[in-house]
């Protein structure tokens, strides 16, 4: 398996996609079991330790429409001044964040388990 | 060879400034994504530091301010708070002075901003000292391994304190904390570094003792910031015989002189503090609450409404100093009903002005949490025309909050007073409730830690907000993987002599700051256990940032199999970084702005 990773780094990056992936909706199938089995059941349930789906309140909206990010853009400069108040400095910063993100994930795959980067022979 | 050799070490630099930067561009982004005042207690900090910047500050206009700013930014939306008598903070003259002092220089020295020019001045703030911590996290994370193994352990340590989601949220909010976490990484640091040069071969003067100079100076300003700097002061003390016992007589030698330095001070305050702490007015909570109305001819109606309320003679109301009722219990974290009292006339003044004061008198500083809220007073004959129904009060317009004058009459007194007040305060507080301690039911701690546990990894809004039920469940994986892994690390260490690679007596200090702070938490927040639940923050975890943000990583890297350690490791900073990404997508922009 290793091998396999070391030779190949698409299918690295490939195998780190689908395992955070698969966390991401691991995470989903638990959150699930738990609302609809183990809630009800659960010692969390009683007296004062109880845990109710309350406590774990989730934010309806997406952000991943055109109508969401534009209401965002309105929502995040209101009230503020000078750059804050200018909605292309949120887009920069997101788009840095992103794709600083992404570069990094991609420099911790192509780099070799002792921090050298690999040489090709 | 020399090429390779500087491309490995261009590149090994190469992946830290690429994760830094990432880190830099996150902290920024949510420096300006959090919307203001969201940081736990930030109106409270903000405004402890605007008032001293600005000793003549018109207290009631600051007020009137700052609930306009906290208005228009939604503050009440995404908190427990409902009522505008909650929102603006009182001024609390028992707060060190330290991280004030600075917030004012910096508010002095950008006087030209605005209100929320100068709040975000202080996030940057935060972000600066954030961002030291950052750095020093991957300084200490790389002096645990002696050779070439373990490369990924500091990346993983930086991702952890780079990404984690409530600490890249509360890093960047205005809150004394954040230097606080500062400073005890510096002495970590310090420690750590002095520790691995009694390695090294003869070095300079200067080489030699800088380490000791800063850890003495972060003590120092740590003593002046907040009560939690104590740790740094024991964590330094302790260390003392860890970095400097070689042999059996400099271990005696170091051992004496940790003892005399911690036992010293302690007892200077402690003993200071027993016997002055009530003469310097301290020991008296300061959540008292006045109002003031003027003269009134006759009896006058007084009506108001209880928050949290827990014991009979909690809260005593008090009419010009004189105890005249005291408010009925509520029920848990909940406003009681609108309560009716009759002030007499023999204690209410004609012609000058009268004083109303709730008094909480068994608030330690902030202990319990209470409030009233629509204190109004009345007519008497209205009451009695109404039949006993309460018709709407007559507010009058002289009718107002007073908390002016706290600040400058005791907040920069005497450090020394305060300190003493507070360590006599902690140990009187502990010694009354010390029984109540080992009565604590089981499902009370249960809760304590799982409350804690959530809001260490996410919670947001003043704790409102949090992820998923099914993320903690994996984080507690994480967790208790991590626990096993250093439990191995240790066992096998000492019992198999293998990870011989790993420099025993960082990991040691690392495990002296986690074990510190447990036993601050339980000291701090032990007494209160049984009767608020509100102290259960996971953000009180984070003056234990830089010890925690090493030993996690370093205790999956020991548990898991020996050749699979690197992939473990990068595996920890990809998912790290998607957290926090999910953090920002799915929670953050969604619950403030959509």
Not at chain 2, 325 to 334: C, I, Q, S
């Amino acid at each position: 398996m290793i091998h396999f990773l070391k030779q190949n780094k698409w299918s690295t990056l490939l195998a780190m996609i689908f395992l955070l992936g698969s966390i991401y909706y691991g995470v989903k199938i638990v959150d699930f079991v738990i609302d609809h089995f183990a809630m009800h059941q659960s010692i969390l349930n009683k007296g004062a330790t109880k845990i109710t789906k309350s406590h774990f309140r989730q934010p309806e909206q997406s952000i991943f429409s055109k109508d969401s990010f534009s209401l965002f853009l309105e929502n995040v400069t209101k009230y503020k001044g000078g750059i804050l108040a200018w909605k292309p400095f949120y887009v920069i910063l997101l788009g840095l964040y992103l794709g600083l993100a992404c570069l990094v994930i991609i420099m911790v795959i192509s780099t070799d388990d002792s921090g050298s980067p690999e040489i090709e022979t | 060879m020399r090429a390779i050799i500087s491309e490995y070490k261009m590149w090994k630099s190469s992946s830290f400034l690429l994760i830094f930067s990432l880190i830099v561009a996150k902290t920024l982004l949510f420096t300006v994504l959090i919307p203001p005042w969201q940081g736990p207690d930030e109106p409270l900090h903000f405004k402890m530091g605007y008032v001293l910047a600005h000793p003549v500050t018109d207290i009631q206009k600051l007020n009137t301010d700052m609930l306009k700013s906290l208005q228009q930014y939604r503050f009440q939306k995404y908190t427990d708070y409902t009522q505008k008598e909650s929102v603006i903070p009182e001024l609390n003259a028992e707060k060190l002075p330290g991280y004030y002092t600075i917030l004012a220089f910096l508010f002095r020295s950008f006087s030209g901003l605005s209100m929320i020019g100068k709040m975000f001045l202080g996030r940057l703030f935060s972000a600066a000292c954030y961002l030291g911590i950052v750095l020093l996290v991957y300084r200490i994370s790389r002096k645990i391994f002696t050779g070439v193994e373990g490369y990924w352990v500091p990346m993983a340590a930086v991702s952890f304190v780079g990404f984690q989601p409530q600490y890249s949220f509360f890093s960047i909010t205005l809150n004394s904390d954040n230097l606080v976490s500062l400073l005890l990484t510096v002495i970590l640091f310090c420690i750590v570094h002095i520790s691995s040069q009694g390695q090294e071969a003869a070095v300079s003067w200067i080489r030699k003792y800088w380490p000791w100079l800063i850890a003495i100076l972060a003590v120092l300003v740590g003593l002046l910031v907040k009560r939690t700097g104590f740790v740094g002061f024991v964590l330094f003390c302790i260390s003392i015989p860890i970095v400097m016992g070689r042999d059996r007589r400099s271990l005696i030698r170091a051992s004496s002189v940790a003892m005399a330095l911690l036992a010293l001070p302690t007892f200077f305050f402690l003993i200071l503090g027993l016997t002055t702490s009530h003469k310097l007015n301290m020991s008296k909570h300061p959540n008292h609450t006045h109002f003031i109305f003027p003269g009134l001819d006759g009896d006058v109606r007084l009506t108001y409404q209880a928050f949290d309320v827990d014991f009979e003679r909690e809260v005593v109301i008090l009419l010009n100093g004189i105890e005249i009722a005291h408010v009925d219990k509520t029920e848990n974290n909940k406003w009681g009903p609108i309560c009716t009292l009759i002030l007499p006339d023999r204690l209410v003044n004609d012609n000058t002005s009268n004083t109303l004061t709730f008094d909480n008198v068994y608030n330690p500083p902030h202990t319990y949490s209470w409030g009233v809220r629509n204190v109004q007073i009345g007519d008497v004959l209205k009451v009695e025309e109404a039949r006993g129904e309460i018709p709407p009060s007559k507010i009058f317009e002289g009718l107002k909050r007073n908390e002016g004058g706290i600040v400058e009459e005791k907040f920069m007194v005497s450090i020394i007073a305060k300190w003493s007040a507070r360590v006599g305060q902690t140990i009187r507080q502990g010694i009354i409730k010390l029984r109540d301690m080992f009565h604590i039911p089981f499902y009370l701690i249960v809760r304590f830690i799982l409350v804690q546990f959530v809001s260490f990894w996410f919670s947001l809004g003043w704790m409102i907000y949090k992820m998923s039920l099914g993320w903690y469940v994996f984080f507690g994986l994480i967790t208790l993987l991590s626990l096993f892994g250093m439990t191995r690390l240790i066992y096998t260490r000492f019992r198999n002599r293998k990870f011989e690679f790993i420099n025993m007596k960082v990991v040691s200090l690392l495990l002296l700051l986690f074990a510190l702070s447990q036993v601050a938490m339980v000291i701090a927040y032990g007494p209160s256990l049984t009767s608020s639940i509100n102290d259960a923050m996971g953000r009180c975890r984070f003056m234990e940032i830089g010890a925690l943000s090493v030993l996690i990583p370093l205790g999956l890297w020991a548990i898991s199999p020996a050749r699979k350690r690197d992939i473990v490791m990068k595996f920890f900073v990809c998912f790290m970084i998607f957290l926090n990404m999910v953090s920002v997508f799915k929670y953050i922009i969604p619950i403030f702005y959509l």
